[in-house]
């Protein structure tokens, strides 16, 4: 099967950076469109950004020009690198993956959500 594995989180100071990471594995795994979704305390799950397989990141409002959601083929990770943190943005932070692997003669494709990371922001 197919396992996502998200790290990266911790604490850090109002203004400061994270990056989180999230890498998948699994027999012959090719991703092809991610996202990142964040959920704060007593809010929904929304969409951070998008990457996908072909074409232009998208962003959430709120995190434009101080966000990045970029990707590494080869290694079958992707991030999400967070600059100017806000108090506000404390939170789980996930990771959602699309693509295709081979777990026997031929390829599926697949979902799959890594298990979260929380980012604390403090003052």
């Known amino acids: 099967q197919v396992q996502v594995v998200g790290s990266g989180g911790g604490l850090v100071q109002a203004g400061g950076s994270l990056r989180l990471s999230c890498a998948a594995s699994?027999?012959?795994?090719?991703?092809?469109?991610t996202d990142w979704y964040r959920q704060t305390p007593g809010e929904q799950r929304e969409l951070v950004a998008r990457?996908?397989?072909?074409?232009?990141?998208i962003y959430a409002d709120s995190v434009k020009g101080r966000f990045t959601i970029s990707r590494d083929d080869f290694k079958n990770t992707v991030y999400l690198q967070m600059n100017t943190l806000y108090l506000g943005e404390t939170g789980v932070y996930f990771c959602?993956?699309?693509?295709?692997?081979?777990?026997?003669?031929?390829?599926?494709?697949?979902?799959?959500w890594g298990q979260g990371t929380l980012v604390t922001v403090a003052s």
């Open positions: 990457i996908p397989t072909s074409g232009t990141a």
């Open positions: 959602y993956i699309h693509g295709i692997w081979r777990p026997g003669d031929s390829y599926t494709t697949f979902d799959a």
């Open positions: 699994g027999s012959n795994v090719r991703i092809l469109d």
